[in-house]
């Protein structure tokens, strides 16, 4: 997991993190940037659905290292919990969508198990 500042936080990775912010704050509804086949939506809803898989795969790494213990998981805890259970809650319907659609259903699967485990560890 790389998060040195000049790769993922910089100004050109700004844009991707305000789509995100827009969702999470319902400006945006994630439901507008589902397709329903591929190379039929608009170039906007595909640069927004391309800041959206960004932060998936952002996450979906993020995961992976959590849970296969190569990076410190409370750490990642303390820093990501609150964006990542958002995200999760309201990008759920759209992960599955997409799973759907490509019948891919490992799409971002180790993001929601972080996720369900995080949900555990906030009832502990």
């Known amino acids: 997991l790389d998060l040195r ?6 100004q050109n990775f700004k ?3 305000l789509v995100l912010r827009e969702i999470t704050e319902d400006r945006l509804d994630p439901d507008t940037l589902k397709r329903s086949a591929r190379g039929e939506i608009s170039a906007e809803t595909d ?3 391309g800041c959206l898989v960004t ?3 952002f996450y979906e790494e993020m995961a992976i ?3 296969q213990k190569s990076a410190n998981e409370d750490r990642l805890y303390e820093f990501f919990d609150a964006i990542v259970g958002k995200s999760a809650s309201k990008l759920l319907g759209w992960i599955e969508h997409e799973q759907r659609l490509d019948n891919e259903p490992d799409y971002y699967c180790e993001f929601l198990k972080l996720t369900a485990r995080w949900r555990q ?3 502990a």
């Open 5 to 10: 500042p000049d790769d993922r936080w910089n």
């Open 15 to 17: 844009y991707v993190w």
């Open 47 to 49: 640069e927004k659905r």
């Open 55 to 57: 932060i998936l795969n």
């Open 65 to 67: 290292a959590a849970l």
């Open 121 to 123: 560890r906030k009832r």
